[in-house]
């Protein structure tokens, strides 16, 4: 059974830093993954999406990077503002077209 | 450009109630899922769908029941609402390549059951 770990589960930095978020899952039999934001009391929204056979996505201040054989992901925030402040998810979908989540890092960036 | 759309956005039951949450997408996307958010717990996988006609059970889906008559709509209900069920739910869509594509959320349901 997948399982998708996220750490650390909060995270707070000051404004300006550069940080990194990490996702580890059990299963490398991957189609892709997503990494999504949540802000209190909303529903999710899709940051970036890394095919299996890729190794990194970039949007803006945003890097994610994949090792499927190592089970890993990292997202890559620059120059982090406090607008970035949210909860950050990860989700590796497998074989049945299913998303499989990680608990979340809750990020707080601090003016 | 409305996307994955759910109603309501907030519910209050009493024990032993049923009730219907509402999911619509108009992207012509042919995988639709639900999920239930609750603390510590993440998102938890309640039933999806591959196609209207086909629908099977994810992780958590006693208690729920799906149909899926259209493309567009995957409405989930509750036959007797209990406590356990207080949660956020959240209806997701994909593409009919769905391993290729990313997932398009709605903005949640928030459901208290007293």
């Known amino acids: 059974k997948q399982e998708v770990t996220q750490i650390p589960a909060a995270l707070s930095v000051p404004e300006g830093e550069n940080l990194v978020l990490n996702c580890s899952f059990t299963d490398s039999a991957i189609y892709n993954l997503q990494w999504f934001r949540q802000d209190p009391g909303k529903g999710l929204t899709s940051l970036l999406l890394i095919q299996s056979s890729q190794r990194e996505q970039t949007s803006g201040r945003l890097n994610a990077s994949l090792d499927k054989s190592s089970g890993r992901s990292t997202l890559y925030i620059a120059a982090s503002q406090p607008g970035d402040s949210a909860t950050y998810l990860c989700a590796v979908r497998g074989s049945q077209g299913n998303l499989i989540f990680g608990k979340g890092t809750k990020l707080s960036v601090k003016p | 450009n409305a996307g994955v759309t759910q109603t309501p956005k907030f519910q209050v039951l009493k024990t032993g109630q049923s009730m219907t949450l509402q999911c619509a997408q108009d992207m012509n996307h042919e995988y639709m899922s639900w999920y239930r958010q609750d603390p510590g717990m993440g998102l938890r996988l309640i039933h999806y769908?591959?196609?209207?006609?086909?629908?099977d059970q994810g992780e958590v889906p006693n208690g729920y029941n799906v149909s899926r008559s259209t493309t567009e709509d995957f409405p989930l209900r509750l036959l007797s609402a209990a406590p356990s069920q207080t949660s956020v739910y959240f209806c997701?869509?994909?593409?009919?390549?769905?391993?290729?594509?990313?997932?398009?959320f709605g903005q949640g349901t928030r459901l208290t059951v007293v």
């Open positions: 997701a869509s994909s593409s009919p390549r769905a391993a290729r594509t990313e997932a398009f």
């Open positions: 769908s591959v196609g209207a006609g086909i629908t």
